[in-house]
């Protein structure tokens, strides 16, 4: 009986090893981009911060709304000070789930990922079609989707309606490492 | 149950638990995740200036302001043939960020001849959390010239007596999201001297403040409260309130004031008039500043 139970320690033990891995992006890189006639905004942020669970597909990812470097300092200022409202809402989230995953598959796939976008305070569900890259050791996700301004319940005054697109597009690269906890 | 079985369900209790949890709890692990950084107030004000005299902002690196100040009033006669004011000053400026936190500017007024120049650092930044400091310091430094002629002999003046200088620390606190407070410390060294007036040095304390109507929008108000004022011919501290709103890389201030100087020393010790509606005590004033960005932050 007791070495039953050690036998199922054992496999119990090293298939939650494999199975509830997770990786995790430290320098994932999300940019943004604006484009009017009247001018073309773009930012960058290096920050970011995702994780992925891979005995489950669940994803998640949170980045700082001040970490973003504009072309124009200015704008920079703008983007925290009027729009986002950076000191109320520091942070922009998504959680979500890679719909069938796996994490065994060598090379690329692509996949889908649903799940929810916060970002002023305001959640959004979306649905991004997602390359994901399996080489060596290290997975890296990418892909981008489109945002509207409106939705998350910001405010751009009628006189600069005109600098602002409607809809932002969004870029994101992340290169996973093993997560140790 | 058997102390085994109570094992075996131990160990399956153990593993269930183990097993990942939701999204929520990657959210979680990504807050633990994040480096410490401190966090600063950004935008005390949203200009160099609260309203005629400066703020504790300076200009990100490699900005270039075009500044351009206007004071408007009308002369004490009954009846003025001039169209909307009788008189206008205007200076004319450009300021230059050396870096994130050092400004210098050059700039000439009309009115009065004055030519200054100015360094502006700032050496403390207000943090947002808990942790540094509660305000932010700024220090000033400015030197200006008086080009005018001088018809009374009396007055010495030669380009050293012509010179005057003022010292300030601007120290202001982000109260709130909406409302900023700042007290400037002023030393004043003038450089000629009228009337015999035998004084100049001069101290004061500006206090200043902002209060967000806006996204874009903010009232302001400013007064310079002196020591030792100037006595001969005598002396008001210069007093202003107005709005300031910013549109994009341009930046707007409209006020009403006292003060129809737009030179430190001169508004701070210089001031003839007191705060009211009577002529030429009122100055409509109106500033206009153009950032010009020479460093772009992104590569491609």
Not at chain 2, 200 to 228: C, I, M, P, T
Request: glycine share 6%; with cysteine.
């Amino acid at each position: 009986m007791n070495k039953f139970i050690i036998l199922v320690c054992f496999i119990l033990c090293t298939g939650y090893h494999v199975v509830a891995q997770k990786i995790i992006a430290r320098q994932g890189r999300v940019a943004f981009f604006s484009y009017t006639p009247v001018e073309n905004i773009k930012a960058e942020n290096n920050q970011v911060l995702s994780i992925i669970d891979l005995s489950n597909g669940s994803i998640a990812v949170s980045m700082l709304m001040n970490a973003f470097i504009f072309e124009k300092a200015l704008m920079r200022e703008h983007f925290n000070e009027s729009y986002v409202e950076s000191d109320l809402y520091p942070k922009a989230t998504f959680v979500g789930e890679i719909l069938d995953f796996d994490p065994l598959l060598r090379g690329e796939q692509t996949r889908i990922i649903k799940g929810n976008f916060t970002m002023h305070d305001v959640s959004t569900a979306l649905e991004i079609k997602t390359k994901i890259d399996y080489i060596d050791s290290s997975y890296e996700v990418s892909g981008s989707f489109e945002a509207m301004v409106n939705d998350y319940e910001i405010k751009i005054p009628p006189l600069l309606a005109g600098n602002i697109a409607k809809v932002i597009t969004v870029d994101f690269r992340f290169e996973y490492e093993p997560y140790q906890e | 149950m058997s102390p085994i079985k109570n094992n075996i369900v131990l160990v399956i209790l153990l593993f269930l638990a183990g097993i990942s949890g939701s999204a929520q709890d990657l959210l979680q692990i990504l807050e633990e995740e994040r480096p410490e950084q401190l966090q600063y107030a950004e935008a005390t004000f949203k200009t160099t200036r609260i309203t005629f005299g400066h703020s504790v902002e300076t200009r990100k690196k490699g900005i270039l302001e075009v500044f351009v100040a206007n004071r408007f009033w009308d002369s004490p006669a009954p009846r003025s043939q001039s169209f909307v004011a009788d008189r206008l000053s205007t200076r004319f400026a450009l300021e230059y960020a050396l870096t994130d936190r050092l400004s210098a500017g050059l700039g000439g007024t009309t009115w009065d001849g004055l030519f200054d120049g100015f360094l502006k650092y700032r050496l403390i930044r207000q943090s947002a959390g808990k942790e540094g400091s509660p305000v932010g310091l700024t220090l000033f430094q400015n030197a200006s010239y008086y080009s005018k002629g001088e018809s009374d002999p009396a007055i010495a003046d030669a380009f050293s007596d012509r010179l005057s200088f003022t010292t300030q620390a601007l120290i202001a606190s982000k109260v709130n999201r909406n409302f900023s407070l700042q007290l400037a410390p002023t030393y004043v060294h003038k450089g000629l001297s009228y009337y015999g007036e035998p004084n100049k040095d001069h101290f004061a304390l500006g206090v200043g403040a902002r209060y967000k109507l806006g996204q874009h929008l903010s009232v302001v108000s400013e007064y310079y409260w002196l020591l030792n004022p100037v006595e001969s011919p005598s002396t008001y501290g210069p007093f202003s309130i107005g709005v300031n709103w910013e549109l994009g890389d341009v930046m707007l201030q409209f006020m009403l004031t006292n003060a129809v100087n737009m030179v430190e020393e001169a508004f701070i010790t210089g001031t003839r008039n007191n705060f009211n509606f009577r002529s030429p005590n009122l100055n409509f004033g109106f500033n206009f500043a153009y950032v010009i960005h020479f460093k772009r932050n992104l590569r491609n």
